[in-house]
T-cell receptor, first 116, second 113 residues
Framework: AQSVTQLGSHVSVSEGALVLLRCNYS??????LFWYVQYPNQGLQLLLK??????LVKGINGFEAEFKKSETSFHLTKPSAHMSDAAEYFC??????????????FGKGTMLLVSP | DSGVTQTPKHLITATGQRVTLRCSPR?????VYWYQQSLDQGLQFLIH???????AKGNILERFSAQQFPDLHSELNLSSLELGDSALYFC????????????FGEGSRLTVL
C-alpha cells in the first residue's frame, strides 16, 4: 500500500524566511504526488502535483516541490514566507492507474505558522 | 470556489442518532469521494463512487453508508452515531482524466453530543 509521511506536525518560520515542508512517500513504483493546502474553516485546495513530467514542479502562491526518486521525497518549498501562507499543508499520494480514477492517501498534515 | 457543494456546513446531534450529509460534485465530474478528517486520525478515505457505482472502500464503518444518485449528487449516511464520529466530513470530486487531482468541498462539521 502506498503512504506518505510528513515530518513535523508544526513548522514555524518568520515572515520572509524560507519555507520547507517535508514529505516522504512509500511506493513500489513512482506514484503521483500532490500538495494540498487547507486554510482555516475551508476545504483542501491543490497547490501542485507531480505526474511524471518535470521533477521540479511549480504551484500556486510561489510554492514549488521537487520529486527525488532516490530519496523517495517530495518536499515543498517557498523562498519567502508570507503571513497569508499560514495554513495546514497535506502531502498526498495516488497510484498510477489507467482506470480513470484514483484514491488519494494523505499524510497527517503540517501546520505552518508564520510570525511577523 | 472548487465547485463542490456540501450541506449542511454544521450539524450537532446526539449519540444514537442518524444524519445525512449531502454533496454536489463539480459540473461534469462523475467521481465523488468522501473523506473524514479528525484530529487523531487525520484525513481518512471513506468511499468512492463513479457514475452511480461504488468503486472503492476505505476505512468506512458498517454504520456508515453512501450512495450516488443519477444526477451525480451523493449522500453519506451516518447512523447509530457515537461521540467518536464527531469530525469534519469532506466530499471531493474529480473528472474522467486519471490525474489524481481531487476538488474538495468546504466540508460538513458533525458534532455528536
Amino acid at each position: 500500500a502506498q503512504s506518505v509521511t510528513q515530518l513535523g506536525s508544526h513548522v514555524s518560520v518568520s515572515e520572509g524566511a524560507l519555507v520547507l515542508l517535508r514529505c516522504n512517500y512509500s511506493s513500489s513504483v513512482p506514484p503521483y504526488l500532490f500538495w494540498y493546502v487547507q486554510y482555516p474553516n475551508q476545504g483542501l485546495q491543490l497547490l501542485l502535483k507531480y505526474t511524471s513530467a518535470a521533477t521540479l514542479v511549480k504551484g500556486i502562491n510561489g510554492f514549488e516541490a521537487e520529486f527525488k526518486k532516490s530519496e523517495t521525497s517530495f518536499h515543498l518549498t517557498k523562498p519567502s514566507a508570507h503571513m497569508s501562507d499560514a495554513a495546514e499543508y497535506f502531502c498526498a499520494v495516488s497510484p498510477r492507474l489507467n482506470s480513470g480514477y484514483s484514491t488519494l492517501t494523505f499524510g497527517k498534515g503540517t501546520m505552518l505558522l508564520v510570525s511577523p | 470556489d472548487s465547485g463542490v457543494t456540501q450541506t449542511p456546513k454544521h450539524l450537532i446531534t446526539a449519540t444514537g442518532q442518524r444524519v445525512t450529509l449531502r454533496c454536489s460534485p463539480r459540473s461534469g465530474d462523475l467521481s465523488v469521494y468522501w473523506y473524514q478528517q479528525s484530529l487523531d486520525q487525520g484525513l481518512q478515505f471513506l468511499i468512492h463512487y463513479y457514475n452511480g457505482e461504488e468503486r472503492a472502500k476505505g476505512n468506512i464503518l458498517e454504520r456508515f453508508s453512501a450512495q450516488q444518485f443519477p444526477d451525480l449528487h451523493s449522500e453519506l449516511n451516518l447512523s447509530s452515531l457515537e461521540l467518536g464520529d464527531s469530525a469534519l466530513y469532506f466530499c471531493a470530486s474529480s473528472g474522467t482524466a486519471n490525474t489524481g487531482e481531487l476538488f474538495f468541498g468546504e466540508g460538513s462539521r458533525l458534532t455528536v453530543l
